[in-house]
């Protein structure tokens, strides 16, 4: 079980700095926007005086933006977390294996969201969680097949 521990502390650890170098990156743009903006100015402008028209004025895109980021940040952090946390069980006590299987779900719907919308860092970081992630089921299953 000690493979599968490390494969899970190591994934998990993966999703929880990518999400909190996110979360960070999302609140030092707040105030000075230099890193998960667009490129032109003029959008940045343009979203800070356009409205969601779901809100009726309430929210603006640049509003929406940076709370689309923190949420973001938050749920890839907690999935991190929770790998690690089944990574810290699995040394102790038995685990469905379909919880596993469920974390390399998940794992694997981020590297195609990141394939599909982000770039180079993001996309590495959660195919290398995940490998780990599909490691330690893979690893957990054969252990337990025993």
């Known amino acids: 079980m000690r493979i599968t521990s490390f494969l899970l502390y190591t994934g998990g650890g993966i999703f929880v700095v ?3 170098l996110h979360a960070l990156y999302t609140l030092l743009d707040i105030r ?3 890193r998960l903006v667009p490129d032109d100015p003029a959008v940045s402008v343009a ?3 356009s409205h969601l028209r779901l809100t009726r004025g309430r929210t603006t895109m640049w509003q929406a933006w940076v709370g689309f980021n923190f949420s973001h940040s938050v749920g890839v952090a907690l999935f991190g977390a929770l790998s ?10 038995p685990v469905p294996g379909l919880l596993l299987a469920a974390l390399v779900v998940v794992g694997l719907i981020y590297v195609w969201i990141a394939a599909l919308y982000w770039f180079r860092i993001p996309i590495a970081g959660a195919a290398i969680a995940t490998a ?4 330690a ?3 957990y299953s054969a252990s337990s097949a025993h």
């Open 137 to 139: 089921w893979l690893t």
């Open 132 to 135: 780990c992630l599909l490691g």
């Open 18 to 20: 990518l999400g909190l």
């Open 32 to 34: 000075k926007p230099r």
């Open 84 to 93: 690690v946390a089944t990574g810290a069980l699995i040394a102790t006590a």
């Open 47 to 49: 979203m800070s005086h």
